[in-house]
């Protein structure tokens, strides 16, 4: 299967052919970002918005059930939904992870 992939696929694109511009610096490069966002309002906006999908997609199915809205909408609110709770999971599982870590250093 490896044999298949092109060569142009293997090697790594120039910054310019994504779409990178190489003369902004780094986002997180500074010690705070222009913005001020900080770790806890980003997990905020993570939990906010995996519920808001949740949400959605039962409100989706529903109507899907009723035949108020068609079965692309209903997967696609449902992968939607999915992707984020997988997501905040991993996000979660990472952070416990990171505390336990912190609770087993001596001080």
């Known amino acids: 299967m490896i044999e298949r992939i ?14 990178v511009d190489a003369t902004r610096p780094v986002a997180g490069a500074g010690v705070q970002e222009a913005a001020g966002v900080d770790f806890a ?14 949400r959605n997609a039962e409100t989706l199915s529903i109507a899907g059930v009723r035949g108020q809205a068609s079965v692309q909408q ?9 992707q984020s709770l997988q997501t905040a999971i991993a996000v979660r599982d990472k952070v416990v992870s990171a505390y336990l870590e912190i609770s087993r250093m001596s001080i």
């Open 74 to 82: 209903v997967v696609e609110a449902v992968m939607s939904a999915e």
């Open 6 to 19: 092109s060569p142009s696929l293997s090697t790594p694109a120039a910054p310019s052919t994504l779409g």
């Open 41 to 54: 309002s980003m997990l905020g906006d993570l939990a906010a918005k995996t519920a808001g999908d949740v």
